[in-house]
Structure formats: structure tokens, C-alpha cells
């Protein structure tokens, strides 16, 4: 079986996906500039972690805390944590279906 062709990571087909991906009583919730926020913030923090290999539960709560305080303190909004674990879960789905990770 041939193996699928890797792509790059797009960020406007990531926000695309994630919207998809987002349960029908979320659709709507976010606009794809508070994803794109989102995942920045995510980011900003997976790289002040370095080591995202250990990731571990009590990070995935400083993850959320982070993103929450953060979004607050920039008056961007405030944030479900359950909503958020959504979007990040909806990107590592988009990574995977991109084969990111292989």
C-alpha cells in the first residue's frame, strides 16, 4: 500500500478543519481569528516548555491555565477550558491527517 503523501501544515486549512471538527453545538462559538489566537497562544507555551516529548497532565492543566489568563488579560475573551481542549484536539487532528507526525 503506497504511503499517503505528507503535506505542509496550512494554517487556513487547519482553522477549516478544526471548524469541522468543533461539535455541532460549538459551531459558530469561534471565529477562525479566536482559533488562529488560540493555537498562537498553545504555541507560545509549547515552546516555553521546550520539551513537549514529556508532556504530562499537570502540564496540560498549566496549558489550559495559560491560554485562559492569557486570552483574558489581552481582552480577547473568556474561554471554556473544554472549548479549548476541542480546538487543540481538533488541530493534532489535522496534524494526523496531514501525517505531521510520521
Avoid: H, W
Wanted: charged letters at 40%; proline letters at 1%; hydrophobic letters at 35%.
Amino acid at each position: 500500500m503506497a504511503k499517503k503523501e505528507e503535506l505542509q501544515y496550512d494554517e487556513e486549512e487547519s482553522v477549516k478543519f478544526i471548524q469541522n471538527y468543533l461539535p455541532q453545538d460549538l459551531k459558530g462559538k469561534f471565529t477562525d481569528d479566536d482559533i488562529l489566537y488560540l493555537l498562537d497562544l498553545a504555541e507560545e507555551f509549547y515552546e516555553s516548555k521546550g520539551d513537549t516529548d514529556s508532556f504530562d497532565e499537570d502540564d496540560e492543566e498549566a496549558l489550559l491555565a495559560y491560554i485562559v489568563k492569557n486570552a483574558k488579560e489581552d481582552g480577547v475573551g473568556s474561554f471554556q477550558t473544554e472549548d479549548i481542549m476541542l480546538i487543540l484536539d481538533g488541530e493534532l487532528e489535522y496534524c494526523e491527517s496531514i501525517n505531521m507526525f510520521e
